[in-house]
């Protein structure tokens, strides 16, 4: 059988652990090799409350936080690109494209995870990153694209974009956009890996810990929004697109 394979394209350490840590640990778990690319190593954000690093350290910290966090979550590998934080939008896109084509030829993913045109929160990284990763699941399945990587082509099956239903952005009070309720494809309970999710993001990302997510709600909301991970299907490659699924697999032939 086929090994499953799980690639997330994100753009700073901890999104990972924030917006799809539950998932991550959930299919790691299951034996699909986990694998991710953070295209900066997060230096234009905080060094913890009270700092617990210089902002010139900040780098190699972020680095080693996000190496202690897919630890904890089961990912086998992971990659960070060299580019600057705060400055994708302005990057050549063509590059950081191909970038990610050279990761998704690499990993050979049947799944690959990404934000959504929303960016979650409106983040120009995450926005820039969602249209960089969208255009990569399909050129990489191109042999006409980017041949002098000298990799073959890899044809993912399904490109998923993380997001929130509106009913629960508005039951929160979230600040960003959603989608529509019955745009969402599948909400994945976390619930088993809620624990594993919360040390990704507390113990490792220790820089961000003091910036909680859903931190305006009761913690007994917040538990509710860290509980489930939500995903819009976006593209599939040789299988049916269905409107609503249990599992980021299913219609994926082992
Ligand atoms: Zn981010």
Do not use: I, K, W
């Given at each position: 059988m086929a090994e499953r394979a799980l690639l997330g394209l994100f753009a700073h350490p901890d999104d990972e652990s924030r917006i799809v840590g539950g998932t991550l640990a959930r299919y790691a778990g299951e034996g699909v090799r986990v694998s991710l690319v953070v295209?900066?190593?997060?230096?234009?954000?905080?060094?913890?409350?009270?700092?617990?690093?210089t902002p010139e350290e900040l780098p190699r910290v972020r680095e080693r936080e996000l190496a202690e966090a897919c630890r904890i979550l089961g990912v086998r590998e992971w990659q960070l690109l060299d580019y600057r934080d705060g400055t994708l939008a302005d990057v050549d896109r063509g590059e950081l494209t191909g970038q990610l084509v050279t990761a998704i030829r690499r990993v050979r993913p049947g799944v690959v995870l990404t934000f959504g045109p929303e960016g979650r929160t409106l983040h120009a990284d995450h926005i820039t990153v969602h249209y960089a990763a969208t255009a990569a699941f399909e050129l990489a399945a191109?042999?006409?694209?980017?041949?002098?990587?000298?990799l073959s082509a890899h044809t993912a099956s399904k490109l998923y974009y993380t997001t929130l239903p509106e009913s629960l952005v508005h039951a929160i009070n979230w600040a960003y956009p959603g989608i529509p309720d019955?745009?969402?494809t599948v909400a994945l309970d976390v619930r088993p890996w809620l624990d594993q999710k919360k040390r990704a993001t507390n113990e490792a990302h220790r820089t961000q810990a003091?910036?909680?997510?859903?931190?305006?709600?009761?913690e007994d909301a917040r538990w509710v929004a860290l509980s489930t991970e939500y995903f819009h299907l976006a593209a599939t490659h040789g299988i049916e697109p269905a409107a609503h699924e249990e599992d980021l697999f299913e219609g994926i032939e082992p």
């Open positions: 295209a900066t190593r997060g230096e234009a954000g905080s060094c913890g409350e009270p700092p617990l690093c191109d042999p006409m694209a980017y041949p002098e990587q000298g019955d745009q969402v003091h910036d909680q997510p859903f931190a305006n709600l009761t």
